[in-house]
Every structure is written in C-alpha cells, then in structure tokens.
C-alpha cells in the first residue's frame, strides 16, 4: 500500500530530532490486480461492533509461540533447538550400565552430570484426549483411555453456503442452553491482627469489611509503578473515600488523608499468603486446581443448535483497581464488584433458566437468537458495555472472522478507484469533500482509526476525524508531524512525507483555528463511513486498516529468503509482522523483565560456548591435528576464566537444587503409593555426587583437557560442534529477534488485523512448522485458515 512502509511510529522514548524511526524506508507499492482463487468463499456478513474488537484474545508478553505437538506414540529422540537449553553440565559416576540412547545431543560427550528425563510427556505436548505416560521405574508406555470428553470440530467452513450462520442481523441460532457466568467467591475479610496503620498510630485501623477490601486492592501494589503514579493514587482514595463514607471504620478512625495511610502490614499479610502457595506441595496444587476446574467445568461449553461449543470468557472479573492502559485518567478507579443483578442473560426459549452461584437474581433473560453474546452487563469504571461470546474457535466467532478478511480481501477490486478519486476530490472546491479526501488520504496510507468523539471524562485519544490542529504540524517543504494519543492512550507519533496538495489542505485547515479547534471540522467518522460503503457494501475505515495491514504484510513475506534456515525464516516473519504493527502503532512499553531477559538469554548463549569449548577440548585429546583447523583454532569468545568460573558455579548450584527437588517428588509419589519414603541419606549421596563432578571441572580449568563419557571418534565429536555451531548462530538470531521487538506488540495484529492465511500458506510454502507461529490458542481460533495451500495469497 502507497506509504505503508513509512510508517514510523515511535514510543515517546524512541522520538529523535528529526522523528524517524531507524531501518523504516519510504516508498508505495501498488494493488496486485490478481491472485490465486482459494476455497469458496463463506457469503459475506456484517460484523456486529461488540464482536469485532482489537482485543479478542489476550496477548503474551514476548509472543512465544507454543511448542510443537507431539503426535501420539511417538516419543522425541533429540531436542529441538529452540528448547536446547540444557549445558553440558556433570553426569553422577556410574553405579550400572544405562540402556544406551539411539541418538545423543551435541554436547553430551562429556562426562558430566546431566539431568534424567521427566518420565511423563509435557503437559503442552500432550494431543487432547490422549496422554502418552512413561513409568519411571519400569520405562514402559502406557496409553490413557481417550477422554470422553473429547470433542469433534465443527467444519462450519465446509459447510453449504444457506447452512453458514452470517452476521447480518437475522437468525444466528435455533437452540441455545448454557450454565451463565461464574461469579468470583464473596470477600473474605483478614486476620483479626493484619490492619492498615494511620497518622503513624501504632494503633491499627480496625476497617469494616467493605472498606477493607478496597484497601486491600492497594495494599497488594504499594510495590508497583502504580503506586507512584498521582493519577493512579487520586482516583483510588476519591473512590475509597465513598466507601468509607458508606462503612466507616468501626474504630470511629477518620481517614482524610491519603500521605498518612500505612497499608504496608496489609502487603506484608498478602506476600506472607503467595508464599505459602509458591510453597505448596505438587500433590496440594493439584487438588487445589481440580477442586476450581470442577467448579468451572459447567459453564466451559454450551448447547448451540444440539452441538456442544465452549464458551469464551465466562468468568466475571473481580472487583479491583482500573489499571488501564497510557495515561488514561480513571486509572486507579474502582471496579465495583458485578453481582447478578447487573447481568443481562441470553439463552433459548426454552432452555432451562441458569441459577447465579452467587445470591440474587439476573437482571433480565432474554431469547434474541440474532445476536451471538450469552450475557451482558455494563461496568462502572467507563461504561463499557461487557459481553460473554463463545470462544474464540467457535463456528460463530471463525465465520465473524473470516467474513471480515473476506470484506478486507474483496476491497481490492475496490481500492484502485478508491484511490484515484479521493486523490481527485483533494483539489475539489467543496471544503467538506476536500477534508474527506485528506483524511480519506491518511487512513489509507497511515492506517489510521476513523476516531470517534470523546466525553470529558474519557481518556483524551483521538483518530483521523478527531484530530486538532494541536496534533497536526506542518514542516516545510511537505512534512507533516502528528503526535497524539491514540487507541489506549498509546502514543502515536509520525513525521510523513506528503503530496503538494495535502500539505497545501492541511495548511488551509489550520487557518483561522487555535490549537484545540478539530482540523478536520466538516467530517465525522458516520460521513466518511457513508462514503465507503458508496464504493462497496459494509467498507468502513476499519476494514481499509484490515486490508493495508494484511497487504503489507503479504508483500513482506514474499521476500522471505528461500533457502535460508528455518531461524533466519521466523526472524523474517516477525520483522514482517513489526512492520505491520509500527504501521497500526502497536506500540508497548519495554518490558520490564526485558534486560533480566536478555541477561538470561546471554548467560545461556555463553553457556553453548562453554559446551563447545569443552567438545572441542576433547576433540583435541584424541585428534591433535584438528588443532590446525581453521573452525576450531580460535578459542570461543567471552569465556574467559572468571566466566568459566561463574558457569559452572551457577550449573553446580542449579544442580545440587535439581537433585533436592527431584528427591523430593520422588518421596512424594511414594508416599502416594502408601510406600516409605527414601531416608536423607540418599540424597545426601546424591549431593556428594554432584560436588564430586564439579570437584572434578575446577580441575580441569585452564587444562585444554575435558573427560569424556566414553571414548568417542573425532569424526562425531566435530559433528557434536558443527551441530553446537548450528545452535549458537540460530540462537544469537533470536536474541537480535527479541531486542528488535522490544517496543512493538506483534499479537494485536496477528490477531485482529492480519489474515491468517497468509500465514498459513507461508508456513506450508518454507517448510516452517505452524506451531513456530501460532500459539495452540491462535490455532484454534483459525481451523478455517490453516486448509489454504501454499500459493494462496491475500
């Protein structure tokens, strides 16, 4: 799309002189006139506006994509690289000849301890409905009956087009029976001696229940960035103040001020409690979430037309503190508890009417089968309207999905003209239809919101038809700077170059006006969507976003490097999809874990050098000549004594913990079986084994020696390093990967904005498994998607 790629948004911190963006480049791209025809296409739908929102799924902080399946009866024989985080570290000293392995990993050559395997496949491994387990005593599989819970999907996509259910306002169901939505448990108040402190009174305020849980809300974030942030403690005690009005303390306290309340005792009391759970056994943790998926099982799945689908987000959230997003003004707010009163529940007319696990009645039962939401409530904070929809892979939420990409992908027959009349209409007389075209001009090259009018008590965001002459600067010859707040009070800003004409219509905007009058005074989002849906029935601003966003990222991925590794392929993926998402100003804060992150990820890549090193130490031992060889000469980089030191002190100490929790689990199953546990000697055997290895390492320092597990030939031991070499290239890669994205949110567009079967035919077409991509959640949000080939194209 023509300015696509010069999109240079920029958090606050990032903003330079000139307000570029480094590695960003201008230049337009045209509209493809053709592509590939896919599957037939589902008939079109409007998108009801409670449905189509930007925050469907929530979003990880670094967006790891989930591990790949394990297919059922197959067990992994090497690790994958992306999970080889396991050094070379000392291997206890034989007691009996172990059942030799059919394939070891680079690295594995040397004798030192390594960590037996867990004996039951990991959890997110694990193919639903069926659990492959491996006895650790006997090493013997055995399979798990199939759950009888396991479900059969629903190929709605395969169906005839009349059977699609499409969201244009008619019927969407015949038959709807669900359990409603699970309350939060009611307060429970704390120990009589856990108070809050006032005026420096050694005496505890005694708080009435009421007033005591709203304080507990702010007790448990005095060591947080909100707590210092004014906005965030304004609003939170103007709030606690009515409480206190309403429950006064029973003490007869009169708390006026905010600088002379203590909460402290109160977080000490709840850093206490998650200790105890951080503490708790394995066997107590999971009868504590046994005992909650019980509660929940009935409200996962309802009945829809006699077919069993799960529900999305069915629990009601807690009362607690708005945090919001940016610099939003009700941060600090309080969420009022949601009780069933304020609900609103959908459900057959002849379903059986859910019973609140709570006290109370529901607000109101409805039978509306031509919406898709099971419930609804209003919360207090902003007045957001709160929906319950079935989950994100449900047959009604993937056809909503795919009718919006199939509207984003049709707006290509469309845009050309689009295109050639707004740029005609810029010069027009007609000061309405010359500002339409301007912000016709920006939200097609800039991917910007429509943007809708705000209250005064609102968070102060705008969009292309709200913005004011304050947001929009011009820089002769033809830049024009804008700097607002955008979507959750994020910061949008952007130094464009523009044409003659917008640059001249800007300038004539702003004439006559002061800083808070709107540039754009004749346009609001109602007329400029009208004047879409001219071109093309449902064309709104939004799907204009969808379709450049989708686009660009179409044309990034078309020039992924053919033959490069699969490393070099994923980094490329997400620079596409960064992109696409400086592009939408999916701008984030860095994490706050990001340097604590990127210190582990440089400990473990020093790590891969310590295991070569030693590899190559012993390649030495029985080779001398393989000295002269130009990859193996050079001594690896960063490892000098100290670090060495450091490493294998820190893989001693990780472990001599790893024996005392395995013998701990150990004594635990036993005691399960109702046998004896293991006496402490055995672990302190264990723990005299390990020191004995390391014992052994600090020996070995400085030595160019390394002992091997068993005499091994040259040829394996330099495939064990070409193999390291693989490793560490691939890792530095993702490390590059992770600092680059480090202030741009990859989910939001990968969720909302980006068809996903661009990426599911550019995983088919590298040989990129979609595991790498796709979360397991993502994947199942998009069955439909992932049955394209590997030439479709957006």
Not at 561 to 570: C, I, R, S, Y
Request: with cysteine; aromatic share 8%; glycine share 6%.
């Amino acid at each position: 799309m023509p300015g696509a790629r010069q999109a240079t948004t920029v958090p606050t911190a990032a903003v330079n002189g000139n307000g570029k963006l480094k590695g960003t480049s201008g230049g337009g791209s045209s509209v493809a006139s053709s592509s590939k025809p896919s599957k037939p296409r589902a008939p079109k739908r409007k998108v009801k506006k409670e449905e189509d929102s930007d925050e469907d799924l929530p979003e990880s902080e670094d967006d790891k994509p989930a591990p790949t399946p394990v297919p059922p009866k197959k067990k992994r024989k090497v690790k994958d690289e992306s999970d080889a985080d396991e050094p070379v570290t000392p291997v206890k000293r034989k007691r009996a000849a172990p059942k030799k392995a059919k394939k070891e990993e680079a690295g594995s050559e040397l004798e030192t301890p390594q960590a037996k395997k867990r004996g039951k496949v990991k959890k997110e491994e694990q193919v639903e409905g069926e659990v492959e387990v491996e006895d650790t005593k006997k090493g013997k599989g055995k399979k798990k009956a199939k759950d009888e819970e396991s479900e059969v999907v629903y190929r709605w996509w395969e169906q005839d087009a009349e059977q699609t259910v499409v969201n244009d306002g008619i019927q969407k169901w015949t038959t709807l029976e669900h359990d409603g939505v699970i309350f939060p448990p009611p307060y429970q108040p704390l120990p009589p001696h856990v108070k809050m402190k006032y005026n420096g009174k050694s005496v505890h305020v005694d708080l009435s229940p009421a007033a005591e849980e709203v304080a507990g809300f702010y007790a448990a974030m005095i060591e947080t960035e909100h707590a210092k942030d004014p906005t965030f403690n304004k609003n939170f005690f103007d709030d606690w103040a009515v409480v206190l009005k309403r429950h006064p303390p029973r003490d007869g306290t009169r708390i006026i001020d905010f600088n002379k309340c203590d909460f402290r005792p109160m977080f000490e009391h709840f850093e206490e409690e998650k200790a105890k759970k951080k503490a708790m056994t394995t066997a107590e943790k999971k009868e504590v979430k046994r005992l909650k998926d019980e509660a929940e099982l009935k409200y996962v799945t309802c009945m829809l037309d006699g077919r069993k689908e799960k529900v999305g987000n069915f629990r009601v959230e807690p009362p607690g503190l708005f945090r919001g997003r940016g610099e939003h003004p009700k941060k600090g707010a309080l969420k009022m508890r949601v009780r069933p009163e304020d609900i609103t529940i959908n459900i057959g007319a002849n379903a059986p009417i859910p019973v609140p696990n709570v006290p109370g009645k529901w607000k109101e039962i409805i039978h509306d089968n031509t919406v898709t939401w099971l419930a609804t409530w209003t919360e207090n904070v902003n007045g957001n309207h709160k929906y319950v929809f079935l989950a994100a892979g449900s047959s009604l939420k993937g056809q909503s999905d795919m009718s919006k990409f199939e509207k984003a992908r049709d707006l290509k027959k469309h845009v050309d003209r689009i295109r050639a009349d707004y740029e005609d209409e810029l010069s027009r007389k007609e000061m309405q239809v010359r500002m339409r075209a301007t912000a016709m001009y920006f939200i097609d090259r800039l991917a910007l919101r429509a943007g809708n009018e705000k209250g005064d008590d609102e968070a102060d965001t705008v969009g292309c038809c709200s913005l004011r002459c304050e947001h929009v600067t011009l820089e002769p010859p033809n830049f024009v700077i804008f700097d607002f707040l955008g979507k959750d009070s994020i910061r949008y800003y952007n130094r464009v170059t523009v044409s003659e004409r917008v640059f001249k219509n800007i300038k004539i905007f702003k004439r006559d006006k002061q800083d808070g009058d709107d540039l754009f005074d004749r346009v609001n989002p109602g007329i400029l969507n009208k004047h879409l849906q001219s071109y093309m029935k449902g064309l709104s601003a939004k799907v204009f976003r969808t379709y450049n966003a989708s686009w660009t990222f179409q044309q990034q991925l078309d020039n992924t490097p053919e033959n490069g590794t699969l490393q070099e392929k994923l980094n490329h993926y997400n620079h596409s999809n960064r992109m696409v998402a400086i592009l939408c100003n999916h701008q984030r804060a860095v994490p706050k874990t990001h340097d604590q992150s990127m210190a582990k990820m440089a400990d473990k890549l020093r790590g891969f050098k310590y295991d070569r090193m030693k590899l190559r130490h012993a390649l030495f031992a029985v080779d001398p000549k393989a000295k002269k060889k130009k990859n193996l000469a050079d001594d690896e980089s960063d490892l000098d004594d100290d670090v060495i030191a450091s490493h294998e002190d820190a893989l001693k100490a990780r472990e001599l913990e790893r024996a005392e929790k395995k013998f701990q689990k150990e004594n635990e199953k036993l005691e399960e079986d109702g046998k004896a546990p293991q006496t402490d000697d055995v672990l302190q055997g264990r723990l005299r084994d390990v020191e004995a290895d390391f014992a052994r390492l600090k020996k070995e320092r400085g030595t160019g020696k390394a002992e091997l597990k068993r005499d091994k030939p040259a040829e394996k031991l330099e495939e064990a390093i070409d193999k390291l070499d693989d490793k560490i290239k691939a890792f530095k890669l993702q490390m590059a990967d992770r600092e680059a994205g480090k202030e741009v949110a990859l989910g939001t567009s990968k969720i909302n904005y980006l068809d996903p079967r661009i990426t599911a035919a550019w995983c088919k077409k590298h040989s990129v498994p979609i595991e790498k991509i796709f979360s397991k959640t993502l994947i199942n949000k998009f069955p439909w998607a992932l049955e394209v080939d590997s030439e479709w194209k957006f």
